[in-house]
């Protein structure tokens, strides 16, 4: 059986060092490596707007195919933004599937994790509410409480540190 991770980013500021360390886990594992970028659901704020403002027509598009267009758009973004600003860091990894889910963050990677038969997460401590305090952001809180399969958790680091990173 061979090992797999399963990392999943926000793809924000601290994307760069959680991708080198990323990178020294799965080496030392000799593991591949599926990544998961999720797109949280529309609040109820969103969908009032829409249900208010857009035309029966136009909604019933972006249900039925606006919104597989938008999650394609996204996962080629995604796709681009690992190959072109990350593949010198993940140059020794093995990279498996990139994925873009809709959906709600903590059972979404679990679910995915399940599903691709990965034997460890790796998350970043923090996501984008990195500065709204606490020890750990909401994500890899629940991911860690309901998590059938081991979660390795990357702590945050101070941002002038990313400066100084030769790894």
């Known amino acids: 059986m061979s090992n797999r991770i399963l990392f999943s980013t926000d793809l924000g500021l601290y994307s760069p060092y959680l991708m080198r360390q990323l990178s020294k886990i799965a080496v030392s594992m000799q593991a591949t490596v599926d990544i998961i970028h999720v797109i949280e659901p529309m609040g109820v704020f ?11 027509n136009d909604r019933r598009y972006l249900r039925e195919q606006g919104l597989a267009d938008v999650l394609s758009k996204i996962k080629g973004q995604v796709i681009q933004t690992i190959t072109e600003d990350y593949m010198d860091i993940l ?9 873009v889910e809709l959906g709600h963050p903590a059972q ?7 599903k691709g038969g990965s034997q460890i997460l790796v998350l970043g401590s923090h996501g984008q509410s990195a500065f709204q305090g606490g020890p750990m952001g909401s994500v890899v809180t629940k991911v860690m409480q309901l998590s059938p399969i081991p979660v390795l958790m990357v702590p945050m680091m101070n941002l002038g540190d990313l400066d100084r990173l030769d790894n």
């Open 108 to 114: 979404t990677i679990i679910n995915q994790a399940l």
């Open 46 to 56: 969103a969908e009032s707007i829409i249900n208010s403002y857009v035309p029966d």
């Open 91 to 99: 140059k020794t990894v093995d990279l498996g599937e990139v994925m």
